[in-house]
């Protein structure tokens, strides 16, 4: 297995960050075979989603009103405010997704990116594992 | 890796399509491994959960209440009425998932289903790439 | 690739059961690769969040609150209250996640823990099926 760590700076913002050239660049000249794109952070996920056309920033909202940022709800609440929101969103949006990769091509659609979810603004840097299986 | 692109009419409506028959179909005969099943469009997913029973219209409406229908809440609006709710699915409803094959039967349970969620009644047709990894 | 089908016992009760204990000791010294941990069941998840400090707790609520235990809202009904949402949680918290393996340990991160999410207290027993694919 071919696997390399890529080291992202969010900034103290809580962001959407697009990994699709990154996850391109890897895959490239490796055949066939699977991608899993995986961040080792309990307060990150990884999507899919349409970019730049104002999705991702819909998507950090829907985020938000689905796990209210408001820390009575939550029994884990040391930290910055919103950081027991932070930690049960992972268990709605994964930190991985697995993509098929065909001739050294992820086979992702026209419309589809591959985003780090960074929901914590206290981490300014992620690190994102790409892992290639092939077969 | 072996893949194929399966081709799924879900006409001009919203729909939950069970493809549990077309992965056993295309698994059979391969032995060990693992299968993803991922759809390369931008406003669906795929899940796994019973069919046939009423759980599948359940998902779609828990999607509509989580998600609303209502354009004032997304900056993604352009298309028909939902087309910014049909956009922000994917990232809690993924568009992938994997499966283990053993002696080339997906080793799902009883009750499970594979199933393509088409939350877009503007794309009658839909595209699903199956792709087995031997082990 | 090998396979392994662990059972767990949940008791009679709606549980966050850590598996990584289970995951590790799986993994260990099969060197590089990608652990799908897979349950196949219908109202059951798997997820990966930290473990101990509230999140579990946390995570239990939140699902409740997005997906309410009211069985008017659902047209699959039969079985104890509660029994149709049990059935449309594995839409948004799915049974499967798969994580790479490097040198036979699994690649979390210091808070991450992958965990069994048995939204249904009827079944006091799961099983849950760990499988490697070498890279």
Chains 1, 2, 3 share one sequence.
């Not at 009103?65 to 939550?74: E, T």
């Not at 040391?78 to 997704?97: E, R, Y």
């Not at 086979?107 to 780090?116: D, F, K, P, R, Y």
Request: hydrophobic residues 45%.
């Amino acid at each position: 297995m071919e696997t390399e760590v890529l080291t992202i700076t969010t900034g103290r913002q809580r962001a959407i960050v697009d990994l699709t050239a990154d996850v391109s660049r890897f895959v490239a000249s490796k055949g066939d075979g699977l991608v899993s794109v995986f961040v080792p952070h309990a307060t990150a996920g990884v999507a899919i989603i349409e970019t730049g056309a104002g999705s991702d920033a819909d998507f950090l909202d829907r985020i938000d009103a689905l796990i209210p940022r408001d820390d009575s709800l939550y029994r884990h609440r040391h930290g910055s405010p919103g950081h027991g929101a932070d930690h049960v969103i992972p268990g709605f949006v994964g930190p991985s997704v697995t993509v098929p990769v065909l001739d050294g091509v992820a086979a992702l659609g026209t419309w589809q990116s591959i985003v780090l979810v960074d929901v914590n603004a206290d981490n300014p840097t992620r690190r994102v594992r790409l892992s290639f299986l092939a077969g």
